[in-house]
Structures are given as structure tokens and as C-alpha cells.
């Protein structure tokens, strides 16, 4: 395979075959093999931003973290992963030391750990995103190139090209589990449905894809596509898989409930090789080696759209930031203990740990007091606040990392309130689809002197 020997370095005969989460929207990384660079595509103008991003030598593979705030590339040649902050388009830290020849990379879904294929050394290296340092190093077949993790984060598919098969890794133990998996001649890419239930491998050297169970972790289908099938991206709904044929220039689509091409190969650039499905699923991002461009396929008609993208010099992996939104917090205390009669105070505050600001769509915040409890007042800076249904709103946008002015409640304990309580309160809106709930447990204290005249009785 012409891209494959491009990507390697390495003449092997025996393997050949036929020839800023702060941006507006979505971003694809492409690494420039030969230019030692990621270039950043703006997938809404689907033109390239800012200057290439340099990294180590001869970058390979490229991961997005799940919130969009890092990618990590494998750097093939100088045996390291850079991690650029997709803020600021600049590479973080230092180079982390992985493998011989690192090549694969995909991150778990919690975004705690990246896996790295080392083809080198026959092996995956376990990066701790956190600390950025390797943790663990596990030994899986000859020559491992593509690596996919389930959308449950319990297992890593990692396809051995040399062997001719995929290990499965447990993610909890970081050990290879059950017999490889006999797929095609010379597997390369990877990639798992979003249920979960199948795994897609391109074997290069065959022209086919192989369907793996992964419930059984059996081949049950074996699909004929192009030549030199190379990497494989499928859509966020499941329905069509996506696989580069690196030796016809084409890209074939897979329909996954039939496990059937459908229509006929899409043409794109010289030697199509990394491929990345927009988090629409409207776009699919071809890197072309050999022509040094990415070209843009509209899913709906399967036609390339636009002209090609130029990047830089042997584009090889691809990936594309997920959709930026907003996800609300919300916390709820209180000081001390409250007392029969008197005043107590709750403390409300809404949060975004999202990727984006909220949308400008009312945030609502509704408290919900126990038995026992009577409010008295509820307020808040630039909240618009009614105590009679204890609930606050707002409109204007939350940052992703702030939080809105704290809401204070103030409430009375009643002589007939138990002897602790439960107070919740709940927020949505502002773009976020969930409802966050939290809750405060209060304990309630009697002064005998002081009970009188405040509802000794719930009548």
C-alpha cells in the first residue's frame, strides 16, 4: 500500500498492494506526515485556520478529547504523542515518550486515558490525560496500526497488520482478553458502531471489510469494497460506514443494516487515506496523501462538495472536534443548623462545565421545599426571582468554566418540621437538554422557648 510505505518509512515488499473548542464551530485536525504539522480546518468555511500547528516528526494519528479541548498526535518517527490545546492551536507541554513507531491513537470516552498503537514494538501505551505521562504498556500483535474503543470505554480494538488480526483489550486491567480475532489480509483501520455492537476493520490487502460482533468478538460478514481499503469512519446514527480506498481513489459506503455497499464509489483525491465524519453526520473529511488535500463528502448525496482543501505535505490521520455545548451545574448549601422559629439561609449556585457558553434561552432554577419549611425570600443578582413558586430565571449567555451570581433562599423552620430535611432544587435551559438536580440534607433544632406561634401543629 502506497500510503502505508509513505507512513512507515519501512520497504516492505511482503506488504504491499495496488498503489479551539473556543472556535464557532467544529474543527478538523489533519496530520501532515511529511511536514511534520496538523493543519486546522474550519469544517463550517471548510478552509484552513491560522498557521500549521508543528509537532514531533512525522505525525500519523490524531484523537480529539471528548470535551474538544486537546488533540493528541502520535508522532511515528521521533516515538512520542504531542498534545495541542485546541484553544490556542499550540502544542502543551512536552513530547509524552511512548513505543517504537507510534501510529494509532484513540481516547476513552470519560477522556481519562489515551491508547496508543506502537507498531514498532508491537504494543499499546496507556497515556494518563491527566498527568500526561504513560501508565501502563501492553503487548498485542505484530504491527499494530488502527486502534477504536467502545462507546462504553470497556474495551480497545486494536488491528495487527502483520498478523492478520485484532486483539481486544480490557480498558479496567489493560490486558489483552480472549484469542486475537482472525480478520482479512493486512488490517489497518478501525471503527465501532455507536451501539457498540459491531467493529468495522479495513483489510488492506484484500480489499474487504471485515464485521466483528462484539458481543461474540466473531467476524459475521466479510463486505468486497474498493481497492486498498484503508481507514473507516462511521456515522453518528450508525447507518453508513465510510472506508478510504487508498489503491482506487475512491470511497466506498457501507450500508450497516445490510453490511452492503451502497452506490458507487465516491471519487476523491490520490490515495485517500484518514477519514473523519462531521458530529452532524452531514460531512465526511478525506485526507488525500498523495494529492495533499481533504475532500469534503456530502453524506446525503455521497458527491464531494467544494474544492478540495490544500493542507500540507502527506496528510495522513483526521479528526474533528465534537459539537461545543453547554452543560449546567448546580450546588446547593447551607451553614450550621436550623432552628425552630428563626431564619436559615440556602445558597444556590448554577455552573457551566460545558465546552460553550449557554445559548441565550432561559435558564430556570426551581427549588422544591420540604415539609416544614417556609420560604421567606428568594433573590439574586440579575436573577428575576418569585417566591411565590420559588423559582429564578435568566437569559444572558454563561461561559463554559463560570457561574452565574449565587441565588440566597430564605426559609423558616416550622415547629412541625422533622428533625431533618430534605431540600432540592433542580435548573435547565440555556441550551442545555438536561435537567440537573441537587439536593442539601438540613438537620432541624428545637429551642423550647422559641417554638410558639410557628406552626406547632401542620394545620
Keep these: 500500500m502506497a500510503g502505508l510505505a509513505m507512513l512507515t518509512g519501512l520497504a516492505l515488499p511482503v506488504l504491499a498492494s495496488s498503489s479551539a473548542w473556543a472556535a464557532p464551530g467544529p474543527n478538523a485536525y489533519v496530520a501532515n506526515f511529511a511536514s511534520n504539522t496538523v493543519s486546522v480546518i474550519d469544517t463550517a468555511s471548510n478552509t484552513v485556520v491560522g498557521s500549521p500547528v508543528p509537532v514531533g516528526t512525522n505525525p500519523a494519528g490524531v484523537a480529539i478529547t471528548p470535551d474538544g479541548r486537546h488533540a493528541y498526535v502520535t508522532n511515528q518517527t521521533s516515538n512520542d504523542v504531542s498534545v495541542i490545546d485546541t484553544a490556542s492551536n499550540t502544542v502543551v507541554g512536552s513530547p509524552i515518550p511512548v513505543g517504537t513507531n507510534p501510529f494509532g491513537i484513540a481516547i476513552t470516552p470519560d477522556g481519562r486515558h489515551a491508547y496508543v498503537t506502537n507498531f ?86 484484500s480489499n474487504t471489510v471485515s464485521v466483528i460482533d462484539t458481543a461474540s468478538n466473531t467476524v459475521v460478514d466479510t463486505i468486497p469494497v474498493g481497492g486498498g481499503p484503508q481507514f473507516i469512519a462511521i456515522t453518528p446514527d450508525g447507518s453508513h460506514a465510510y472506508v478510504t480506498d487508498g489503491g482506487s481513489n475512491t470511497v466506498s459506503v457501507i450500508d450497516t443494516a445490510s453490511n452492503t455497499v451502497v452506490g458507487s464509489p465516491i471519487p476523491v483525491g490520490s490515495d485517500p487515506y484518514g477519514v473523519a465524519i462531521a458530529p452532524d453526520g452531514r460531512h465526511a473529511y478525506v485526507a488525500n496523501q498523495t494529492s495533499n488535500t481533504v475532500s469534503v463528502i456530502d453524506t446525503a448525496s455521497n458527491t464531494v462538495v467544494g474544492s478540495p482543501i490544500p493542507v500540507g505535505t502527506l496528510p495522513a490521520g483526521i479528526a474533528i472536534t465534537p459539537v461545543r455545548q453547554p452543560s449546567l451545574t448546580i450546588t446547593k448549601h447551607h451553614t450550621g443548623n436550623f432552628h425552630v422559629g428563626r431564619l436559615g439561609t440556602y445558597t444556590i449556585t448554577v455552573g457551566n462545565n460545558g465546552s460553550a457558553p449557554t445559548n441565550g434561552t432561559t435558564v430556570t432554577v426551581h427549588d422544591t421545599l420540604p415539609r416544614g419549611l417556609t420560604a421567606v425570600s428568594i433573590t439574586g443578582s440579575g436573577w428575576n426571582c418569585t417566591r411565590s413558586t420559588l423559582t429564578c430565571t435568566r437569559s444572558n449567555a454563561l461561559p463554559a468554566g463560570s457561574s452565574y451570581p449565587p441565588i440566597s433562599l430564605t426559609v423558616r423552620a416550622l415547629g412541625f418540621a422533622p428533625s431533618q430535611v430534605t431540600n432540592t432544587v433542580t435548573v435547565t435551559g440555556g441550551g442545555d437538554t438536561a435537567t440537573h438536580t441537587t439536593t442539601d440534607v438540613t438537620t432541624i433544632t428545637r429551642d423550647p422557648a422559641s417554638t410558639q406561634g410557628y406552626g406547632d401543629d401542620d394545620s
Excluded at 183 to 202: E, F, K, M, N, S
Aim: proline letters at 8%; zero cysteines; hydrophobic letters at 35%.
Design 120 to 205: 514498532g514494538s508491537n504494543q499499546v501505551s496507556v497515556i494518563d490525560t491527566a498527568s500526561n505521562t504513560v501508565v501502563d504498556t501492553i503487548p498485542v500483535g505484530t504491527f499494530p496500526l488502527g486502534i477504536a474503543i467502545t462507546p462504553d470505554g470497556r474495551h480497545a480494538y486494536v488491528t495487527n497488520r502483520v498478523s492478520g488480526d485484532v486483539s481486544v483489550i480490557d480498558t479496567a486491567s489493560n490486558t489483552v482478553v480472549g484469542s486475537p480475532i482472525p480478520v482479512g489480509v493486512g488490517p489497518l483501520g478501525i471503527a465501532i458502531t455507536p451501539d457498540g455492537r459491531h467493529a468495522y476493520v479495513a483489510n488492506t490487502d
